[in-house]
């Protein structure tokens, strides 16, 4: 069976950071594309940063460039996300996600996950002002 489970959000101050870890199981984390995504409330799903594990690409939204890292720990079948000087706007909730059929990176936080096949449930991140 496939999970993914997320952890590492919270309650933070602006200009603060956070890790999160999306920990897998299941499937071979070594050739996939991995994101994370996030929805705010009232807000469609936004891709936020996308890696394919097999070559190690990377993909992020304009919003976050500079600020968050995704990062891949094979070992540990588990995926980071690096959050830096968070702000408010960044506050969702957020899904970590991955697909087996080798697509890539920027094709998924393209589509913003639409279609990928297997997502965690989730985990909130609030930043205050």
């Known amino acids: 069976e496939v999970q993914l489970v997320e952890s590492g959000g919270g309650l933070v101050q602006a200009g603060g950071s956070l890790r999160l870890s999306c920990t897998t199981s299941g499937f071979n984390l070594d050739d996939n594309a991995i994101g994370w995504f996030r929805q705010a409330p009232g807000k469609e799903r936004e891709g936020v940063s996308c890696?394919?594990?097999?070559?190690?690409?990377?993909s992020y939204v304009d919003s976050v460039k500079g600020r968050f890292t995704i990062s891949i720990d094979n070992a540990k079948n588990t995926v980071y996300l690096q959050m830096n000087s968070l702000s408010p706007e960044d506050t969702a909730v957020y899904y970590c996600?991955?697909?087996?059929?080798?697509?890539?990176?920027?094709?998924?936080?393209?589509?913003?996950?639409?279609?990928?096949?297997?997502w965690g449930e989730g985990t909130l991140v609030t930043v205050s002002s």
């Open positions: 996600a991955a697909d087996t059929r080798g697509y890539t990176a920027n094709y998924w936080l393209y589509r913003k996950g639409r279609g990928m096949e297997y």
């Open positions: 890696i394919s594990s097999n070559d190690g690409r990377t």
